[in-house]
């Protein structure tokens, strides 16, 4: 499932309108008939029918798309779409629906945002990855190793995978306070380059801050939570954008 979600960097969990939005406006047609596609590549992975999956996947894609991975999704939902090149590639992020290997969070699925990548091909959309980008990381550029499909990278081993997920770390994932009081996480970047992390979704009645989003190597950020009489219970999750990791925090309200 790790090497599937770590196919594209980068994408915030919530997002308002800016005026660069306004710019980015597709035709209605465009923007129904991505929308279709994207609903149909990830309804196959939910029904576990990865051959019509198959069909949505670019020709320069598919080596990739037969050796990756495939995770079980529960849901989704289209969350944002970013148009470039003149309509004929897409940006997009899909809160996907699943269960995370995480202890103290496997018996409930997460909100997970994924982000893809569409290009119009003949006057039809298609999935795919883009090799360069691909082996950008905040550790450097990653190289071919043997066995990887197409020019691609290999898959990282088991270990490496443990390294990376380990580079931005929160000081607690607990944490319990009363109406009217706060509580504070804190995150460190402990990769050799810079990091970013985003809130996905809220906890009703709790005002939730980040000093700042963007972290340097070494670096820390500071997430603050206040409860107001409406506070409820609940997990909230914060993402590291460029390796796609949710770091959940269980908030308890006494």
């Not at 035709?27 to 576990?48: G, K, N, T």
């Not at 290999?154 to 995978?161: E, G, I, R, S």
């Not at 319990?176 to 402990?190: P, R």
Request: with cysteine.
């Amino acid at each position: 499932m790790l090497r599937f979600v770590l196919l594209a960097a980068g994408a915030v969990a919530c997002f308002a309108q800016t005026p660069a939005d306004l710019f980015n406006k597709p035709p209605a047609e465009v923007d129904q008939a991505l929308r279709s596609r994207i609903s149909e590549f990830y309804q196959d992975h939910i029904d576990s029918k990865f051959r019509q999956a198959e069909a949505l996947v670019a020709e320069d894609t598919k080596d990739y798309f037969y050796t990756a991975n495939k995770p079980k999704y529960v849901g989704f939902e289209i969350q944002r779409i970013e148009y470039s090149e003149g309509f004929t590639r897409a940006k997009a992020v899909v809160l996907c629906e699943q269960y995370v290997m995480i202890p103290g969070f496997t018996d409930k699925p997460l909100k997970v945002p994924t982000p893809s990548t569409w290009k119009l091909v003949d006057g039809l959309w298609f999935w795919y990855v883009d090799g360069d980008a691909l082996r950008q990381t905040p550790f450097g550029s990653m190289k071919p190793g043997p066995g990887g499909p197409s020019g691609l990278p290999a898959v990282p081993a088991p270990k490496d995978m443990v390294f990376i997920f380990t580079q931005v770390k929160a000081d607690k994932q607990m944490v319990s306070f009363k109406h009217g009081e706060s509580a504070e996480v804190t995150f460190t970047n402990a990769a050799q380059g810079p990091m970013s992390i985003s809130l996905i979704g809220a906890l009703p009645g709790i005002d939730v801050k980040l000093d700042h989003m963007n972290m340097n190597a070494g670096e820390k950020a500071v997430l603050t939570l206040k409860a107001a009489a409406t506070a409820k219970s609940g997990v909230l999750s914060v993402r590291v954008d460029q390796t796609n990791q949710v770091i959940p925090i269980q908030v308890t309200i006494e």
